[in-house]
C-alpha cells in the first residue's frame, strides 16, 4: 500500500482567501487525483493532477478556481481559490500504485470551513 | 464505468458477518469490482478488489457470481470498529466513481 499524507489536515478560512492543500505520497505514483466531499454526500472527482502538465478537470470544475500542481511523481497541491462558504468540504488527495495492482489510496483528507 | 447499486443501510450484530450486496448489471469484461469504506469523514479506506474469480485477504472476503453481475463483500466477524460507508465501485482504466455506499452499523 501507499502512505499519503495531507496538509493541512483541518482549517478555518476566510470568505475570499485562498488555500493551497499539499500532498506526500511515500512512493513513486504515475497517477494522482483530488477528490471533493461536501458534507454529507459521496466523493466527487475534482481532476486527475499529471506530472509535468496541466491537470484534467471533470466537468463542473475549473483551473481558475482549483489551479493543481504536479512538480514530481510524489508530491502534489490543490488550491481552492477565493473561497465561499460553498466550499467547506473535505478534499481527498488519492494516488494509484502500479505496484498493487493499480489499486488507489487515499490520504486522510483536509477539512476545510469557510467562514 | 458501470454503475452500481447498493442498499443504503444494514445492520449488523458484532461477531456476526456481515454480507454486503452490490448488483453491477452493466460491468464489462474488463472491469474489476473494488470495495472501500469510509470511516466518519476519514478517507476511503481500500478493502479489497477482484475481476472474476473470489478473493481474501485480511479484512474481507469478496464474492463475484459467475456472470459477474453482483458481488457481495463479506466482513466474518464484524466489530463495532466496522461501522463504516461501504462503496462498492466498479473500475476500468479509469478513475473510481463513488456512490452513496451502503451504511453499515455494527451493534453490540
Known amino acids: 500500500s501507499a502512505v499519503i499524507s495531507q496538509k493541512p489536515s483541518r482549517d478555518i478560512c476566510q470568505r475570499g482567501t485562498s488555500l493551497t492543500i499539499q500532498c506526500q505520497v511515500d512512493s513513486q505514483v504515475t497517477m494522482m487525483f483530488w477528490y471533493r466531499q461536501q458534507p454529507g454526500q459521496s466523493l466527487t472527482l475534482i481532476a486527475t493532477a499529471n506530472q509535468g502538465s496541466e491537470a484534467t478537470y471533470e466537468s463542473g470544475f475549473v483551473i481558475d478556481k482549483f489551479p493543481i500542481s504536479r512538480p514530481n511523481l510524489t508530491f502534489s497541491t490543490l488550491t481552492v481559490s477565493n473561497m465561499s462558504p460553498e466550499d467547506s468540504s473535505i478534499y481527498l488527495c488519492s494516488a494509484l500504485l502500479a505496484s498493487s495492482g493499480n489499486t488507489i489510496y487515499f490520504g486522510e483528507g483536509s477539512w476545510l470551513t469557510v467562514v | ?108
Open chain 2, 1 to 108: 464505468d458501470a454503475k452500481t447499486t447498493q442498499p443504503p443501510s444494514m445492520d449488523c450484530a458484532e461477531g456476526r458477518a456481515a454480507n454486503l450486496p452490490c448488483n453491477h448489471s452493466t460491468i464489462s469484461g474488463n472491469e474489476y469490482v473494488y470495495w472501500y469504506r469510509q470511516i466518519h469523514s476519514q478517507g476511503p479506506q481500500y478493502i479489497i478488489h477482484g475481476l472474476k474469480n473470489n478473493e481474501t485477504n485480511e479484512m474481507a472476503s469478496l464474492i463475484i457470481t459467475e456472470d459477474r453481475k453482483s458481488s457481495t463483500l463479506i466482513l466474518p466477524h464484524a466489530t463495532l470498529r466496522d461501522t463504516a460507508v461501504y462503496y462498492c465501485i466498479v473500475k476500468g482504466y479509469s478513475t473510481l466513481t463513488f456512490g452513496k455506499g451502503t451504511m453499515l452499523l455494527v451493534s453490540p
